[in-house]
């Protein structure tokens, strides 16, 4: 009941197209969604999230929709560009009450690369 | 403001031996998380600590212990180690006003590589 599962594994999309990764989870305590993106050798850094509260967020390029009762969310990246070529990460968390303390489950990655 | 940065950046160690991380977290931030994350997959939440007190843990053994300290530093010890060990091991830092749950926006550093032969 803890796991977020996302797919693709890897996708490859042409400069200018739109990429959009996947994921989905079983708790339904979870009121936090966040994305992140990670390059080759260096850590995660947040990208854009969503609370529950509201079904699409959009920052630049970058929108997440999310389906309260699919349990599902995702990322959609606009106009792709070489320079997003990474491996992003969803993930949940909850933070209500005592025995959650924030820490967040993530899937297990997708490795985007956007061909020029 | 300094972001979190994390200390040694590599580092070789062989099975049953003992080691310890260190990571600085980013200014005004008092949580510190450590995620383990091997190689193609996602971190994995190893514990938090907030006040200098663990607060919540994954599913990792006891031989995974922690300590925060008054600036909020913190550091990761394992013990005995095994090959499995061998991971990227991440530090987060967040800012919580309470001990119950916080924002969630953990800043990551660029993680210690540990490779247990």
């Known amino acids: 009941q803890q796991q977020v599962k996302q797919s693709p594994q890897s996708l490859i999309v042409q400069k200018g197209g739109i990429s959009i990764i996947n994921c989905a989870y079983e708790?339904?305590?979870?009121?936090?969604f966040p994305w992140y993106q990670q390059f080759p050798g260096k850590g995660p850094a947040l990208l854009i999230a969503?609370?529950?509260?509201?079904s699409e967020k959009k920052e630049g390029r970058f929108t997440i929709s999310f389906n309260k009762s699919a349990k599902q969310f995702s990322l959609h990246i606009m106009d792709s560009q070489p320079g997003d070529s990474a491996t992003y990460f969803c993930?949940?968390?909850?933070?209500?009450?005592?025995?959650?303390?924030?820490?967040?489950?993530f899937g297990q990655g997708t490795t985007l690369q956007v061909k020029p | 403001e300094t972001g979190v940065t994390q200390s040694p950046t590599h580092l070789i160690k062989t099975r049953g031996q003992q080691v310890t991380l260190r990571c600085s977290s980013q200014?005004?931030?008092?949580?510190v998380s450590w995620y383990q994350q091997a190689l193609g997959q996602g971190p994995q939440f190893i514990f938090q600590?907030?006040?200098?007190?663990?607060?919540g843990r994954g599913n990792f053994p006891p031989r995974f212990s922690g300590l925060q300290f008054p600036n909020y530093s913190s550091e990761l010890n394992v013990n005995a180690l095994e090959l499995d060990d061998s991971a990227l091991y991440l530090c987060?830092?967040?800012?919580?006003?309470?001990?119950?749950?916080?924002?969630?926006?953990?800043?990551f550093g660029e993680g210690s590589r540990l490779t247990v032969l």
């Open positions: 969503i609370r529950p509260d509201v």
């Open positions: 993930a949940a968390s909850g933070f209500h009450g005592s025995s959650n303390t924030g820490k967040l489950i």
């Open positions: 987060a830092s967040s800012f919580a006003a309470t001990g119950e749950g916080n924002t969630g926006e953990l800043f």
């Open positions: 600590y907030y006040r200098e007190e663990e607060n």
């Open positions: 708790n339904t305590a979870f009121d936090y």
């Open positions: 200014s005004g931030h008092n949580t």
